[in-house]
């Protein structure tokens, strides 16, 4: 199993940054891959960015050149640093790893809200 915890959260005005940071623990050796999604309300979680083990990226086309993801695997921890934000981007962010046996694990949450 596979534990994580978000922090970083909180209310920004439109084109202030957040930095969202994710501290896993448990079964840190099964993990490959590490992301951010988000839920808006009354819309689906969406993926946000992804990294891999070895340091590959991806984002979602809404964040791309805004967002940045990136992971200590010493300190097991990844962190979103979120730039320009806007208040389509107000959501709760969820952090997941998924492990080498294909499951996923997520964290509770955090809020962020973006006023304009």
């Known amino acids: 199993q596979v534990q994580l915890v978000e922090s970083g959260g909180g209310l920004v005005q439109a084109g202030g940054s957040l930095r969202l940071s994710c501290a896993a623990s448990?079964?840190?050796?099964?993990?490959?891959?590490m992301g951010w999604s988000r839920q808006a309300p009354g819309k689906q979680r969406e993926l946000v960015a992804g990294?891999?083990?070895?340091?590959?990226?991806n984002y979602a086309d809404s964040v791309k050149g805004r967002f940045t993801i990136s992971r200590d695997n010493g300190k097991n921890t990844v962190d979103l640093q979120m730039n320009s934000l806007k208040p389509e981007d107000t959501a709760v962010y969820y952090c997941?790893?998924?492990?080498?046996?294909?499951?996923?694990?997520w964290g509770r949450g955090t809020q962020v809200t973006v006023s304009s």
């Open positions: 448990g079964s840190i050796s099964s993990i490959i891959s």
């Open positions: 997941n790893a998924a492990d080498r046996v294909g499951r996923v694990f």
């Open positions: 990294i891999s083990s070895g340091g590959s990226t």
